[in-house]
């Protein structure tokens, strides 16, 4: 009844093409954001900016880079982890030895590193397929959890090898509160996003979309491989760069490379499955779930009422988490984005049954 | 089954969403209770010397509220959070736990990488850190590390008292000699890097380095090239699996273990207990006296396990070597507290800041850790403004198949070899984030 | 050269260990397709079920010779492995048929997450031991030959041995016996065996078990050279190299993938480490790897990627 589309004729191609047509879905949208850059800064509370809020939006913008290449592009990356910590060691190395460089910079400059190196280990994907080309990947991951630990300019010749970053200032703003950090994450958010969206939306998505779904074919109809998944994996490290550069600088501001490992490549993989492979906004949902869902079993034992030591909650956790990404997978196995899609479907035709 | 998942699906977003809303849970907090967080890692690769060195912390507490009522008769309150090793984790449970009740009292994250990440924070939020034995070596100097108590050693000091003891046995120089440092590649590992370069070009000794990847399972290469280089000595900085795995590794690679000295975190029970004979000559430098049984064991037995109250699953775990450094921590902790009490007010919770005040003023003399009963454990300790170690005292102990055998007298590091690296990088710290140190007059 | 020498014979004797958990891979994607990341947490899981079984035997039963009390030990963690395999048949692979590739490494995942809180939460976190009296200390061989001798670990010389009994087992298994030409026929065709009445998911539960009996072999042999603790089933992201180098569905080419892999990691660490500081085994190995797929991208041995457009 809300949701019908009739009387909403386009009259030109541009509307036709535009990246929400529906008008309920712009009012929607417009709404959304207005909760989420100006309700939320008010009214919510430091713990919930800092531990939910802020990882939350930066692991989306990673998730949205992964989706790019294992949803859209079809090619399986288990070394996202390292993209982000090459994003997030640029950015500081640009922040440490350059005077007053801008936070922005930095940020940029880390995903353009990232994007860089993800074009050089993008290329064993030009003869590698599946899920050998998976297990490649954690090539990347592992040189670059060593590179990080050894060569010393990395770190700015930090003898621990832990790096900081100091105050962050943006335009002379200085991000000292959490609401004005998680304004910066939603802002990069909000327009990566919609850079990837358009993206795919476009010929080059629609490039991408056909060497996910039979390569041989789509060079035969003259889809140049090299280019479309190298830029794939351009395009998908860049995001990733700026969301490491984002979740070094604001979320943890000092870090040492096992903050990037392999665990956070698996994590990010979990949400782009869970979120619904081949959709942004899946993205998103992935990474709501996997960050809510850990804070949410936190809370299990005490809501129980047991006395649970640590180490007996913590694994608790794992369990219910393993069981919960499996039970997750069988009823749903499209993912976040396919439920929220059928949501809609229903919606267009409610409250009439077909 | 459609409407099944979404249902499903809505639930799940509903409770994840209501999650969110919730506040961290609140205990139920009495009025007139001092609150010690306690940051823990019992899961992960760590987890072997972390189960033993959390129990130690929460059971002296207990035993502290137990056996003589609080401190002053303030009960002390404490919460545990699992940080398994992990930067971001421990930087959470310290956000989630720096303000409860009156404020917590202190953070022993038990990991150097959360030290680096929380001590930038500390400042800001006005908290301690209290690292004994591990954290920023460079943090003894308290002019410009307000916040960070290395109490009672660092990781400068464990080398330079291993360095001290190697010498011993080589007649007094080190000159010409071979040492090799096999290390757990991470903050924790490369602590004693730099001083082992500035003491290898004093001394004359060649110093290699073996990192080894995380966790440390596996290190055949690492021997494998430690036997074709044949060091007279090897430095092992490992923790958790990685020291049983050296270990065994050193023996099939024929190298004799009598030759291998273990920071102290590598020299605890369960490192050697399930090798037994084969470990036999491991030595290992201890924090103060950690490896002797003391008053403190028994009372310990006595008021909390006797009765059922233990953290441990069994009371065998008393006088494990991790478990004791872990009720040192506590018992450093209480004293800073009761110290602070003296000056703010007896019998009353205090801020965080006050009980910083507590950590800087600490004074134990022998007769007080006696009537304590850490008596034959630790040696009299008196912090100041700019010495926020105290003393730093340590010995040498020895596998012997079945027990650890305290084989040195005591050692204490040469201050003409740290304090020069000590000023050296708390100036570069201090300069790199802009602090202006205190003056310590 | 001496040293040389003895640097292949750790590098030999390291593959062989990553090949026996490698083989576990291979077996499980042959039969199921499915990429099994569970299988370091199924080494974890069996180890422990191994280790503390045989410290609470003495305890609960009074039995105290070595052999029986291993024996029972080994024993009680294959029927573990076993339960786990049918658990994990009938509570996930069966809902999960015809997905995706990556859906089903997902899922596998997700068990390894819960085998290993499983796992610790019944058996606890710290290290434990597996005594299977291997011998620990090294031998001397050659030594007119070479200076010193040549140094020969003989433990490992013994896993390489029981690694190289298990794969006699596992051929003779599968060559000769009516279950094992079944799982070869699925391995070959799901649909054809199927059509030919081979029961599809009793199959499954067969194959899971050896897979988790090969993680019990391996758990054995690596709990014994460093001791039981959590960590040993990050001893898995290992034998990832070996797979791929050797193909996914095939068993020699685990067992060559990993000698490949066990001397070229020992020999780059040993030689190329110290020029670039140290610690490159672990991205030198996939490196490795990647260098041999850019030649053969179906691996060693493994099935040729047919494409049909």
């Not at chain 2, 090793?85 to 009740?101: I, N, P, T």
């Not at chain 2, 991470?186 to 890097?193: F, L, T």
């Not at chain 2, 290699?208 to 440390?216: A, N, R």
């Not at chain 3, 492995?81 to 590739?101: P, S, T």
């Amino acid at each position: 009844m809300f949701y019908r589309e009739n009387g909403q004729f386009k009259t030109s191609y541009r509307s036709d093409q535009q990246i929400f047509p529906v008008a309920q879905d712009r009012i929607a949208l417009g709404l959304l954001a207005l909760v989420a850059f100006v309700a939320v800064p008010m009214l919510a509370s430091d713990y919930l900016f800092r531990a939910v809020l802020v990882p939350f939006l930066i692991l989306s913008l990673a998730a949205i880079g992964l989706n790019v290449l294992v949803g859209y592009c079809g090619q399986i990356s288990l070394g996202t982890g390292a993209f982000m910590a090459v994003g997030a060691y640029a950015a500081y190395n640009l922040n440490a030895r350059i005077e007053g460089m801008p936070l922005l910079l930095s940020l940029i400059g880390g995903g353009l590193f990232a994007m860089a190196f993800g074009v050089l280990f993008g290329i064993p994907s030009l003869r590698i397929r599946g899920l050998y080309l998976a297990v490649a990947t954690l090539a990347a991951q592992f040189f670059v959890d060593w590179f990080t630990n050894r060569v010393p300019w990395v770190t700015n010749r930090s003898s621990s090898g832990s790096v900081s970053v100091a105050a962050l200032d943006l335009f002379g703003i200085p991000m000292d509160t959490p609401a004005r950090r998680y304004l910066l994450c939603l802002a990069l958010l909000v327009l990566l996003g919609l850079m990837a969206k358009n993206l795919v939306r476009g010929a080059i998505g629609r490039e991408w979309m056909a060497m996910r779904d039979m390569d041989v074919a789509a060079a035969v109809i003259g889809i140049r491989p090299v280019y479309a998944k190298l830029s794939a994996f351009a395009v998908s490290s860049f995001i990733v760069g700026v969301a490491g550069a984002l979740w070094g600088f604001v979320h943890l501001g000092a870090w040492e490379p096992a903050a990037f490992g392999i665990d956070k490549s698996f994590q990010l993989l979990f949400m782009v499955i869970i979120g619904g492979l081949g959709s942004i906004v899946g993205a998103v949902f992935g990474a709501a779930f996997i960050v809510l869902l850990p804070l949410l079993l936190n809370y299990v034992p005490h809501w129980l009422g047991l006395p649970l030591s640590t180490g007996t909650a913590a694994f608790l956790e794992h369990m219910i988490f393993g069981a919960l990404i499996v039970f997750f997978l069988i009823v749903e196995p499209h993912g976040l984005a396919a439920l929220w899609s059928t949501a809609r479907q229903k919606l267009r035709l409610w409250p009439f049954p077909h | 089954m459609k409407f099944q998942s979404i249902a499903l699906a809505a639930a799940i977003a509903a409770a994840g969403l209501s999650s969110a809303m919730l506040p961290a849970p609140a205990r139920a907090q009495a009025a007139g209770e001092q609150f010690v967080p306690l940051l823990v890692y019992r899961t992960g690769q760590f987890a072997p010397l972390g189960i033993p060195w959390a129990d130690g912390k929460q059971d002296y507490l207990k035993l502290v509220n137990a056996r003589d009522g609080g401190v002053n008769g303030v009960k002390l309150s404490y919460e545990e959070c699992e940080t398994a090793y992990d930067a971001a984790k421990g930087v959470e449970c310290y956000d989630r736990l720096k303000g409860k009740g009156t404020g917590a009292s202190g953070f022993d994250p038990q990991s150097t990488g959360i030290t680096f990440a929380v001590t930038d924070k500390a400042f800001n939020d006005k908290v301690t850190i209290e690292t004994m034995g591990y954290g920023l070596s460079q943090s003894v100097d308290g002019a410009v590390f307000e916040w960070n108590f290395p109490l009672l050693g660092t990781y400068w000091t464990a080398t330079d008292v291993i360095l001290q003891d190697i010498a011993k046995k080589e007649k007094g120089s080190l000159k010409g000699k071979k040492i090799a440092l096999v290390y757990h590649d991470s903050p924790y590992g490369k602590e004693p890097i730099v001083l082992l370069q500035k003491m290898a070009a004093q001394e004359g000794f060649e110093l290699s380095l073996f990192p080894v990847t995380p966790p440390g399972v596996e290190q055949k290469s690492t021997w494998l090239q430690i036997r074709q280089q044949r060091p007279d000595y090897v430095l092992f900085w490992s923790a958790g699996v990685m020291t049983p795995a050296g270990i065994r590794e050193a023996q099939a690679s024929g190298f004799p273990r009598d030759k291998m000295y273990s920071v102290w975190w590598a020299g605890s029970d369960h490192d050697v207990k399930d090798i037994g004979e084969a470990a036999k000559g491991y030595n290992t430098v201890t924090i103060h006296n950690s490896a002797a049984r003391d008053k403190v064991h028994d009372d310990l037995k006595k008021f909390v396990y006797d009765k059922g109250q233990g953290t441990a699953a069994s009371a065998d775990e008393i006088g494990v070597m991790a478990h004791t450094r872990g009720m040192m921590i506590s018992m450093l902790q209480v004293e800073a507290i009761r110290t602070a009490q003296e000056k703010y007010g007896k019998g009353k919770t205090l801020t965080p800041e006050q009980v910083r005040w507590g950590f800087e003023n600490l004074d134990l003399s022998a007769e007080k850790l006696k009537a304590l009963g850490f008596g034959d454990i630790m040696r009299p300790i008196k912090t100041s403004c700019s010495n926020h170690m105290g003393t730093d005292w340590a010995r040498i102990a020895q596998w012997d198949g079945s027990k650890w055998v305290v084989q040195s007298d005591w050692y204490q590091a040469r201050k003409a070899n740290l304090d020069p690296l000590v000023a050296e990088y708390s100036a570069k710290y201090a300069k790199d984030k802009n602090i202006k140190p205190r003056s310590c007059s | 050269m001496g040293f040389f020498l003895e640097t292949l014979f750790g590098g030999l004797m390291a593959g062989m260990l990553y090949a026996l958990i490698a083989i576990g891979f291979v077996l499980i994607f042959k039969a199921s397709g499915v990429f099994n990341f569970a299988q370091g947490a199924m080494v974890l899981f069996a180890a422990l079920t191994m280790a503390r079984f045989a410290e609470w035997i003495p305890q609960w039963t009074g039995l105290h010779g070595m052999l029986v009390v291993n024996l029972l030990a080994a024993a009680v963690a294959a029927l573990a492995m076993v339960v786990v395999a049918w658990l994990v048949e009938r509570l996930v692979l069966r809902h999960l048929v015809n997905q995706e590739g990556i859906t089903l490494l997902m899922a596998t995942l997700g068990i390894s997450y819960f085998l290993d809180g499983a796992g610790q939460l019944l058996f606890g976190s710290s290290t434990y031991k597996i005594d299977i009296g291997m011998p620990k200390d090294p031998m001397f061989v050659l030594e007119n030959v070479f200076q010193g001798g040549l140094l020969l670990s003989r433990e490992d010389l013994y896993a390489a041995a029981m690694a190289a009994l298990l794969v006699l087992l596992l051929t003779l298994f599968f060559q000769k016996t009516r279950t094992g030409r079944a799982l070869r026929a699925v391995a070959d065709d799901h649909q054809a065996a199927q059509s030919i009445g081979i029961p599809l998911s009793r199959i499954w539960v067969i194959v899971w078990s050896v897979g988790g009996l090969v993680a019990l072999v391996a758990g054995m042999i690596w709990g014994s050279k460093l001791g039981v603790q959590y960590s040993i089933s990050l001893v898995a992201l290992k034998a990832f190299p070996v797979v791929i180098l050797g193909g996914l569905t095939s068993v020699p080419g685990a067992i060559l993938g990993g000698l490949i892999i066990g001397v070229g990691e020992k020999l780059s660490e040993i030689y190329i480490g110290p020029m670039v500081g140290g610690g490159i085994e672990n991205w030198f190995a996939y490196v490795l790897a990647l260098a041999f797929l850019l030649v053969r991208p179906q691996g060693l041995f493994g099935d040729k990627i047919i494409d049909r457009v």
